[in-house]
């Protein structure tokens, strides 16, 4: 199979992090789309992924499959420990919940500020932007921090007690990263935390 | 088990569509959660899911689990058919990315245009309101429905062609709805579509 994605991109970065923790990675050529070019944005990528996002998964049969998310359930059906995405109902709920909001408070959230209230990609891929939008998603990206950081104090992952669900965690390790590349200063906790789950 | 949720409410209703077609509504019982009060919004609301949405699940053991895509998960996880998240990994992936990009495209862009660009729930709930960017995502949902009534002009289902997957149609049903309580006017093939799919 193969993964179009670009190595500086905090989405494509959680799809690598769960081929790594289910050593996916020698079943996968990586095709570089350059951001920073909007080839994410030109007609050839759209007409296969409309919301013109990376990364996007090629499967051999010519199937595409776009969205963070969608990749990491298929990669975690597939055999081989560990399981990503739960086990029984529960898990399965509160993981996809926790996967959701870590999105919703932090990722997308930071992703607004960086593509709305900071030159983002530049001027020619960035055709619109709303700058108080974009600021007031960084406020709550950092209102989520505090958040995450006080379920970290809590226990030694965001979604469950248990083992096996480290990449939830990492998620928020590429959110710190992302943030910090787009200017965002993070609580302290929440990169104590991470600095240690980046070691794992 | 408890749902928390409101009648009239769009992303509450995907989990009652997901409740029917897994013909388990009489597990559960609903707990209406006034979203014209603001109750979402309150203390003891956000103490038990932090990002103030409806609808919410709690189990008999006291977990409380968010998210309309999450519950579904929990839901679907449970004995009994229809599947609606898919059996194999490639199902799994399309159908993901599919609730993802409805989501994307068009649910939560009528949902930010409601919440930003109209009155929405009032001046009460809605404390901060950007018109541009509502006004911006009416438009993309706009688009959305044209992208979506394209697909649903080549295939039956907005995932997948085969069976069992008609709460993704329904999904979009719903949003035809929503759109329409927000004053956003839909592209007429996808309504036709979906007045199909609500009689199945």
Redesign the interface.
């Known amino acids: 199979m193969k993964i179009y994605d670009w190595p500086t991109g905090p989405y494509p970065a959680r799809v690598r992090i769960a081929l790594a923790e289910k050593n996916l990675q020698s079943r996968v050529q990586f095709v570089s789309v350059d951001l920073w070019k909007g080839e994410h944005k030109k007609p050839d990528f759209l007409a296969r992924n ?2 013109g996002t990376l990364p996007e ?1 090629e ?1 051999d049969d010519g ?1 595409f ?3 963070c ?3 990491t ?3 975690d ?2 055999d081989g420990a560990p399981t990503l995405t ?1 086990r ?3 898990e ?6 926790m996967s ?2 870590a999105e ?2 932090l990722l997308d959230a930071i992703s607004v500020y960086f593509h709305h209230a900071t030159p983002g990609l530049g001027p020619d891929v960035e055709i ?1 932007q ?1 700058a ?2 974009g600021f ?1 998603q960084r406020d709550k990206a950092l209102r989520g921090m505090h ?1 995450f950081d006080g379920i970290l104090k809590r226990r030694p992952f965001v979604a469950l007690d248990g083992r096996h669900h480290g990449h939830r965690r990492l998620d928020l390790c590429r959110a710190r990263e992302a943030a910090g590349a787009s200017g965002v200063r993070g609580s302290s906790g929440l990169v104590r935390k991470d600095a240690g789950a980046s070691q794992r």
């Open positions: 409309y919301s998964l499967l199937t499959i776009a969205e998310t969608a990749i359930e298929y990669l059906a597939l739960g029984s109902p529960r399965k709920g509160l993981i996809h919940m959701k909001r919703l408070e619109y709303n108080e939008w007031h958040y």
